[in-house]
């Protein structure tokens, strides 16, 4: 099994002189007393030397270490209070809808109330991916994922075979996802695509940025509708040829065209309220891992996004 996340940064400027129990917190988005249980545990560095006073200054170019515990080390708790939609089940494969606000898996600073636990709840069957060494022990089924403020459709395999599978296809990029997205101001050309790298920003640790180091990622993008407003903004569709962390979002803000309402790469909004923004998984398809059937699966539009357009 693999462990927790380590998060590794040159501290950036902004971060000079805050303490260390601060700044972990901003950069691993933990809370302040998680990140004081992290300096206890001895898992936070600066330039490979354990920290070991939370009030300890940061210094601007200095080598910060984060390394996180395996969020699912002790497993994963079922949790029927959980809401989210199914929309397919079978013995190999279920398709669910995420509401947004919902966490996918269990990590820092989210430990409850995430979709793994619903999932564990209503298909105790993935507890036996993990024991079989198929899976994370707080991933179970999981092959790909939404943000917390992406609403939409995931895969969840449910055996060692449809797992495989799953993640082939995305690997191979015959599974399709496309998106729905608002956008800051109007975008020039009818189609389009953003074809660059994406790594964690040097300069605020906390986000994803285009990065020269970066893996590789691409976002295409068709233009369905443009809005004159004010402000005027364009509704898309995308398709994602890879699956970096926060790639729309990064890749959109990018050329100038941040997701509506994205307070971490754009512009919060109130009509959205906090943590959500203008971005759906409306559609999903797949090839049945037993069947061979080409399968696909479509989401209306939510309430809360729905009631934005009109």
């Known amino acids: 099994m693999k462990g927790g996340e380590t998060i ?23 809370s302040r007393a998680e990140a004081s249980a992290l300096i206890e545990a001895g898992r936070i560095l600066v330039d490979d030397v354990a920290v070991s006073l939370g009030r300890t200054e940061l210094r601007e170019g200095s080598t910060l270490t984060v ?32 509401p947004a606000g919902l966490v996918v898996h269990p990590g820092a600073g989210h430990q409850e ?16 991916l993990v024991t079989a060494g198929v899976c994370e022990a707080n991933r179970p089924g999981i092959v790909h994922r ?29 599974m ?33 940025a285009i990065a020269a180091g970066g893996k590789p990622a691409r976002t295409s993008y068709t233009v369905l509708e443009r809005r004159s407003g004010p402000p005027s903004t364009t509704l898309v569709e995308l398709s994602l040829q890879s699956g970096r962390t926060h790639q729309i979002r990064v890749h959109m803000a990018a050329i100038g065209h941040p997701v509506v309402g994205d307070a971490r790469y754009g512009t ?13 998984a409306y559609k999903l ?8 059937e080409r ?15 009109s």
């Open 8 to 30: 590794t940064v040159q501290v950036p400027g902004l971060l000079a002189g805050v303490r260390v129990d601060r700044g972990v917190a901003m950069m691993a988005d933990v």
């Open 268 to 280: 919060p909004d109130k009509r959205l309220g906090s943590g959500r923004f203008y971005l759906h």
């Open 295 to 309: 399968m696909e699966f479509t989401s209306p539009l939510p309430e809360d996004l729905d009631a934005y357009s």
């Open 285 to 292: 398809g797949l090839t049945h891992p037993t069947t061979g």
């Open 113 to 128: 109330g995430t979709l793994v636990g619903g999932l564990l709840a209503c298909f105790p069957d993935l507890a036996q």
């Open 67 to 98: 390394r996180l515990p395996d969020p699912g080390a002790g497993g994963v708790k079922p949790e029927a209070e959980v809401v989210f939609g199914v929309v397919h089940a079978d013995d190999e494969v279920a398709v669910v809808d995420k």
């Open 176 to 208: 399709e996802r496309r998106y729905l997205a608002l956008v800051m101001g109007e975008l020039p050309d009818e189609r389009g695509e953003v074809d660059a790298p994406i790594g964690r920003s040097s300069r605020t640790p906390t986000k994803m």
């Open 146 to 174: 939404l943000d917390k403020g992406t609403s939409g459709l995931l895969a969840v395999a449910r055996t060692p075979g449809a797992y495989a599978s799953l993640v082939g296809q995305l690997a191979s990029r015959s």
